[in-house]
């Protein structure tokens, strides 16, 4: 009971300093009062974290008292899935998120402490102390983590079967939720240069930063997601075009389109509207994506169950653009620049045509994800939208994305001859060629393929060339290690990491093969090009979870798939797949079926396979270890940006 | 090299190399890959995002030894995929068909795309 | 200038204020929600050998109500749900309701164990291939259809059953 009310003072606390740091901005505002935002968003963190702190307490040491530890944990939970049970429901989930707000927020204070008396800063941190404080809110009233268990229950569910299975549960969520949450700062900044209008000085440029740091994370939260969707899901995917992969996916694209124009802004001074718009969207579809994975209005694998947040979190949403488009309707006048695009072939021309196929796909994903709810309103019948339409648009957009990359790198800005481009990336070109023949020879007959790889070369050949170029400059200037800190190196380090995940995905999804293989014990059969032998059963037990292991030989390695029961939630069984990993392919194994007459519990009896024999799903996947690597590149060269001078002009260019 | 700089041999052999690539193309549908097209195209009835294809599930098996019972003897798709959705109901199909109502589905990439060019046309324009 | 900027925003603010509005009125999601489409429809033939035995045709109960069961060995609701079908079936058995099991994606020896261990007092047919599943769309075991003297299906249940729902259903399909 004490941990309840531990729990319930805190966060009480957090969110009386979010009101009071609401007030306080605001009377800074009205009458210069000198800015308290440090006091009060260092007291509000605090009274997070506490809460924070008093739940994994709780979970650590398995108290019941609370319904929602009662739910979530067992006494023979290991202590890592004790600690990342905080966050395998809603309301810890909200918690984590308010976590990682209150901690953005008191960074972003601290940032620009120096400026504190800025009505910039003043307005960015007041919108970040309103959004802290909704979301603290809602923990105090409808979401509330700290309900008293009535029942004196000595043991718990334990936490659900799927998340207790892979360590990524300790780093997925923390990172996606960075991401999102990343992305209030530069919301908030765009608030700010509104209503204050003063976009012409070096905010947007701050506001970039934050952007990125939010973009990097979110960017590799979302693969590691995949990954872990991989290892545990069974089928050997990474993607579903699942309604809350969708509904993270959608600011992740408009948070790229934002990242490239507004180096045009930087630049040139243009899309100034655009921007702000793109960083209030954002923002707005991070809302947006916790309705989805929240309300339970659209069925899911991963969303929470469904809660009455639903209308709050719209309204919200809501809210938010209202808010952004009502004050870019009255400022948007002001922010016009007299000069345009000169030239389709430019920089800036083909950064508006990234804009229009990230924003464009962002909307068609949106239409996607809401179409089975807008049918069932109209027709009254349930439909499904999946992979086949989505996959359908994001070849094209993803084809068309690639092209860009091959290209805008080598245009300089206002506008370039047709010759001059042609002469950077000749080179390029015919390596492309090049290396599409190779591929046709070698009996690559697949077109989709062909055209990714081609693209993907050119593309991985302009990031190269600019690379070159960047060290070059940087060896002439006598400091070599200024060229990590470029403006272009980070940029075209994440272009080469999505050019390897763009390899991954055409090339497995292409030409994955699966099939069933039938093995008694002893037995060996190639299927896929691959030799798999079944070596027999071993049966490994712990607290929380009985398996039943295969002893599977792939080539000359042992992996093994098996069947989990989980101890707890009315032993749930899942299946436990294995993979045999190497950069040329993955070899994906699960336990599908047993022969006849066998007990193996949560394993499926086939008809007409021996007694003794097993039915293995062999899945093997070409170069699919390239997306995680194209993943860590993207994260490396997120990470470089963030240690990039703030100014141009410092770093010599 | 001299002849490695022009745009116009470089961009002939591209256009051979596409046809190439077109003429090696397997073309026609053998029976078994029409059967995995069609699993592509039906959601595992038990699962939430999976296709027939890629799920080991007892319904999902069914289904597929349905499909490949009914490609082998001859039916259409239309007329296969109209006997599954009979069965499971509308929402057993992964992508809606696009009469009536999902036709809006189909609309909305295309709206972009036409939203695309006007922009870039007003682009353009402007200088 | 300043037009274009106003269309844009309003254009925004109406098709992110439908967009909001609609999905404030959704409802979430229960499993309970989804029908089958075969309500309503002549229901799918069942037909095959029998499980010990025997063979049995749908169309031969014309008249009688049907209840058809599709179950499982490994499938845990089904061991809830068979004593109940027995006592069911044993109480119906001179009411002209009949019940008959549909064996889903099992082997023969599983099934004849599972029938044997619960004392199945209805027969069951052996589902070659998964074929009569495909037809009535059975997505996971337990699933009963109730099937009207007139063959046409009258109800469907997910999940397992109980005698006092199955009487209540039955007496309202035989109405």
């Known amino acids: 009971m004490t941990l309840v009310w531990l729990g319930r003072i805190s966060i009480y606390l957090a969110c009386f300093a979010a009101l009071g740091g609401i007030g306080a901005q605001v009377l800074t505002l009205r009458r210069g009062t000198p800015s308290r935002a ?12 506490s809460a924070f702190v008093v739940m994994e307490f709780a979970f650590v040491t398995h108290n019941f008292s609370l319904a929602y530890v009662a739910e979530n944990n067992a006494t023979f939970t290991p202590l890592l899935y004790s600690l990342t049970g ?113 976009v012409h000085e070096r905010w947007p440029l701050e506001q970039r ?49 934002y990242i490239h124009s507004v180096v045009v802004q930087d630049r040139r001074g243009l899309f100034r509207v655009w921007n702000l718009s793109l960083a209030v969207a954002t923002f707005a579809l991070t809302i947006l994506g916790t309705f989805f994975t929240r309300s339970g209005v659209l069925q899911s694998v991963h969303a929470f169950a469904s809660s009455t947040l639903g209308p709050v979190l719209i309204s919200f949403f809501f809210v938010t653009v209202g808010l952004g488009v009502a004050l870019i309707a009255w400022r948007g006048d002001a922010l016009r620049t007299a000069t345009g695009v000169e030239h389709p072939l430019s920089r800036e021309g083909l950064f508006v045509a990234n804009n229009i196929v990230f924003v464009g796909f962002a909307i068609v994903v949106l239409l996607g994800t ?27 957009a993803g084809i068309f994305l690639l092209a860009l990359m091959a290209v805008a790198p080598v245009v300089p800005w206002r506008s370039v001859s047709g010759a001059t481009t042609w002469s950077r990336i000749r080179t390029t070109a015919w390596v492309s060629l090049a290396t599409t023949v ?44 200024s060229a990590w800190r470029a403006p272009s190196t980070a940029g075209m380090v994440v272009h080469l990491g999505v050019v390897l995940l763009a390899i991954g995905i055409v090339v497995s999804t292409s030409y994955t093969s699966r099939s069933e293989v039938t093995l008694a014990s002893g037995q060996r059969t190639v299927v896929g090009g691959q030799t798999i032998g079944f070596g027999g059963f071993a049966q490994v037990s712990n607290a929380l979870e009985h398996q039943t292991q295969l002893v599977v030989t792939v080539g000359g ?30 070899v994906y194994v699960t336990f599908d079926a047993i022969g006849q007459n066998s007990s193996v519990s949560g394993a499926q009896v086939q008809t007409g396979v021996a007694a003794g024999s097993v039915v293995l799903g062999v899945t093997v996947e070409p170069l699919l270890a390239w997306l995680w690597i194209g993943g860590l590149f993207i994260g490396f060269g997120s990470a470089l940006s963030m240690g990039r001078r703030r100014h141009r002009d410092e770093v010599g260019q | 090299m001299n002849i490695l700089a022009s745009f116009r041999l470089w961009l002939c052999a591209v256009v051979l190399v596409a046809v190439a690539a ?5 073309s026609g549908s053998t029976w078994q890959s029409r059967v995995a097209h069609l699993e592509s195209l039906v959601r595992c009835p038990s699962c939430t995002d999976l296709s027939v294809a890629q799920s080991t599930q007892s319904s999902s098996l069914a289904v597929r030894a349905q499909i490949t019972s009914m490609v082998k003897a001859g039916q259409s798709d239309t007329a296969i995929l109209t006997t599954i959705e009979r069965s499971y109901g509308a929402n057993i199909l992964l992508s809606p068909s696009t009469g009536g109502l999902g036709v809006l589905l189909w609309a909305g990439p295309l709206a972009v795309v036409v939203g695309a060019t006007a922009i870039g046309l007003r682009l353009r324009k402007r200088r | 200038m300043k037009r274009s900027i106003a269309l844009g925003a309003l254009a925004t603010l109406l098709v992110v204020g439908a967009l909001s509005w609609f999905l404030l009125t959704r409802q979430p999601i229960s499993a309970s929600s989804v029908q089958s489409p075969l309500l309503g429809k002549v229901a799918p033939a069942v037909s095959g050998a029998e499980l010990g035995g025997g063979t049995f045709s749908l169309a031969a109960h014309r008249g009688d109500v049907v209840v058809v069961n599709f179950w499982s060995s490994w ?18 058995r001179a009411h002209k309701v009949f019940v008959i099991g549909v064996v889903f994606n099992d082997t023969v020896a599983s099934a004849e164990t599972f029938a044997r261990y619960y004392g199945s007092l209805y027969p069951s047919v052996i589902d070659a291939q998964g074929a009569i599943a495909f037809h009535y769309g059975v997505t996971s075991p337990p699933t009963t259809f109730v099937i009207n003297a007139k063959g046409i299906v009258a109800a469907t249940l997910v999940g397992p059953t109980t005698v006092a729902q199955l009487t209540q259903v039955v007496n309202r399909v035989a109405q």
Not at chain 1, 373 to 394: D, E, K, M
Not at chain 1, 444 to 468: D, E, N, Q, S
Not at chain 3, 78 to 90: G, H, M, R, V, Y
């Open chain 1, 38 to 49: 440090l006091l009060w968003s260092v007291v509000s963190l605090v009274g997070v974290a």
């Open chain 1, 86 to 198: 905080v966050w395998s429901a809603l309301e810890g989930s909200i918690l984590l998120w308010s976590l990682v707000l209150g901690g953005l927020l008191s960074a972003v204070v601290v940032r620009y402490r120096r400026e504190a008396s800025d009505p910039v800063v003043v307005w960015a941190t007041l919108v970040m102390f309103v959004v802290a404080a909704f979301f603290l809110l809602v923990m105090a009233g409808p979401a509330d983590p700290f309900v008293h268990n009535p029942a004196h229950v000595l043991q718990g569910q334990g936490p659900n079967a799927l998340l207790q299975d892979n360590i990524l549960v300790a780093i997925h969520p923390p990172l996606l939720y960075t991401g999102f949450v990343g992305f209030t700062v530069p919301f908030a900044f765009a608030i700010a240069m509104l209503a204050t209008g003063r």
């Open chain 1, 209 to 257: 930063h934050w952007t990125v740091l939010a973009w990097g994370a979110l960017s590799v939260g979302i693969v590691l997601g995949s990954w872990w969707s991989y290892q545990v899901l069974g089928w050997g995917g990474f993607w579903g075009w699942d309604p809350v992969e969708n509904a993270a996916l959608l600011p992740w694209l408009t948070a790229t389109a």
């Open chain 1, 370 to 396: 809401v179409f089975p709810l807008l049918y069932q309103a109209i027709n009254g019948v349930q439909v499904t939208v999946g992979t086949p339409y989505f996959a359908a648009i994001a070849g094209p």
């Open chain 1, 438 to 481: 190779v591929l046709l020879l070698a009996g690559v007959h697949h077109w989709p393929v062909l055209v990714a790889v081609f693209l993907a070369v050119a593309a991985a050949g302009a990031a190269t060339r600019t690379l070159v170029g960047v060290v070059q400059a940087a060896r002439q200037r006598g400091d070599l290690w």
């Open chain 1, 557 to 586: 390695r042992t992996i093994r798939p098996a069947i989990t029961t989980f101890n707890g939630r009315s032993s749930q069984s899942v299946g436990t797949p294995a993979i045999d990993s190497n950069l040329l392919r993955d």
């Open chain 2, 22 to 26: 077109v003429v090696v193309t397997p």
């Open chain 3, 75 to 92: 499938c845990e609701p089904c061991k809830q749900e068979a004593p109940n079908l027995s006592t069911f079936a044993w109480q119906q």
